[in-house]
C-alpha cells in the first residue's frame, strides 16, 4: 500500500502541482485551498465542486491529513494540553491557553529538541525529529477550540528555527489570502538564537520574535543553555539590531528567573544595557521545577524588584502568569517520552 500524501500544510504552489498531476486547471488549486484551510474538511470528497472523477483521482494518491488529538489533559485554570500523533510511535504536544480577552495556542515544530537547555523537559527528551507543515498545521487545524483563537505562539516542543522551512510554509499558510488570512501580528515565534535561521525570519516574516535569553552573562547563560557556544547571546542581539522593531512588529525575551542565579539587580542592570537601543519587551517566567535539576525559582518580590528595575531604566518589562503546571503544561514542561511507546 503507497502511502498517501497529505493536501493539509501545501501552499498554493504546491497544490498547483497536485491539480496538474491529477488534470485539473490551475484554477482548482485554489479551490482545493479553499476547502482546507477556511472550509476545513476532513475527506476530499467533500470538495463538491470538484468533478467526481477528479476527486477520485485525488483520493487514490492523497488524503486531507487532518487527524484529531489522541488525548488532552485540562488544568484547573482552564489551559488544555493536547497530545498528537506525528508519525509511528511519535507525539508532540500543544497547549491551549485561554483567558478573558484571547485564547492563545503555544504550538509544537519538533518532536523533541536538539538544544538541551539545563531547564527544559524537552530537551532533556532529546531529539527525534522534525514536523511536517502537516503535522504543525493539524496541531491549529484540529484543535477542538480552533474558532475561538486569537494568537498563536510557536513556543511548544522543539526550535522553530530549527526546522525553517517547515515552519516557513506554515507561516505563509497561516497569513496568506488563499489560507487563514490572519495578522502576521497575531503570531509570534520563539528561537534561541539559530543565525541562519533568523536572518531568514527577520528579513521574510512580519510575525513577532521572541528570543530565549535568560542571562546577560554569556558563561552563565552557557551553563544554562548549551547553544550559547554556538549562537552567543551578543551576536543574537547585534543581529536583531540590524532590523526595525520600532512599528507594529514586536520582539521580546524570555527571561526565566532562577533563584540566586540571574535574579540580582547587577544582572537587571547588565540586561538593560545589553537590550539598550532595541524596542522590546522582557517577559519574566517563574522556572516551573522539573525532575533531577536542581534549580529553584525565584520569589516573586525579587521578580517584581527585578521587573521594577528594567521599567524604571527605560525596558519594559512584565511578569508572565503562569499557566497549566499542574498538568505538565507551562514553560519549559513539555515532554512526550513518557508516550514513546504509544501506538
Request: aromatic share 8%; glycine share 6%.
Amino acid at each position: 500500500m503507497v502511502d498517501k500524501r497529505q493536501l493539509l500544510g501545501m501552499t498554493l504552489e504546491e497544490l498547483k502541482g497536485v491539480a496538474s498531476e491529477v488534470g485539473l486547471p490551475a484554477y482548482a488549486a485554489k479551490q482545493m485551498a479553499d476547502w482546507i484551510y477556511k472550509k476545513k474538511i476532513t475527506r476530499i470528497s467533500e470538495m463538491t465542486n470538484v468533478a467526481v472523477a477528479k476527486r477520485a483521482l485525488l483520493e487514490e494518491s492523497f488524503e486531507i491529513g487532518a487527524y484529531q488529538p489522541s488525548e488532552y489533559q485540562k488544568s484547573k485554570d482552564g489551559t488544555i494540553k493536547y497530545l498528537y500523533a506525528a508519525g509511528p510511535g511519535r507525539f508532540v504536544e500543544s497547549v491551549y491557553i485561554p483567558t478573558d480577552d484571547r485564547a492563545t495556542l503555544c504550538v509544537s515544530s519538533q518532536v523533541g529538541c536538539k538544544m538541551n537547555c539545563l531547564f527544559c523537559m524537552t530537551g532533556k527528551q532529546g531529539f527525534t525529529a522534525n514536523l511536517t507543515a502537516n503535522q504543525i498545521l493539524n496541531q491549529i487545524q484540529s484543535l477542538p477550540e480552533n474558532d475561538s483563537l486569537t494568537n498563536i505562539v510557536f513556543m511548544g516542543m522543539g526550535e522553530p528555527l530549527d526546522n525553517v522551512d517547515e515552519l516557513f510554509k506554515v507561516l505563509e499558510i497561516l497569513t496568506a489570502p488563499y489560507g487563514y488570512a490572519w495578522s502576521p501580528k497575531r503570531i509570534t515565534v520563539s528561537t534561541i538564537g539559530v543565525t541562519k535561521g533568523l536572518k531568514r525570519f527577520l528579513e521574510e516574516s512580519e510575525c513577532h520574535l521572541a528570543v530565549s535569553l535568560h542571562s546577560p552573562y554569556p558563561m552563565e547563560r552557557l551553563s544554562l543553555m548549551p547553544v550559547e557556544k554556538a549562537f552567543p547571546a551578543r551576536e543574537v542581539i547585534d543581529l536583531i539590531k540590524q532590523y526595525d522593531f520600532s512599528h507594529q512588529r514586536r520582539v521580546s525575551f524570555e527571561y526565566i528567573v532562577f533563584k540566586n542565579l540571574n535574579d540580582s539587580l547587577k544582572h537587571a542592570e547588565a540586561l538593560s544595557c545589553l537590550l539598550g537601543g532595541i524596542p522590546c519587551r522582557v517577559n519574566l517566567i517563574r522556572f516551573h521545577a522539573i525532575p533531577n535539576v536542581s534549580l529553584e525559582t525565584s520569589d516573586i518580590a525579587k521578580m517584581e524588584t527585578f521587573r521594577d528595575f528594567l521599567n524604571a531604566k527605560g525596558v519594559v518589562c512584565t511578569i508572565r502568569a503562569s499557566r497549566g503546571e499542574d498538568i505538565f503544561a507551562a514553560c519549559g514542561m513539555l515532554s512526550t517520552a513518557k508516550n514513546a511507546t504509544f501506538v
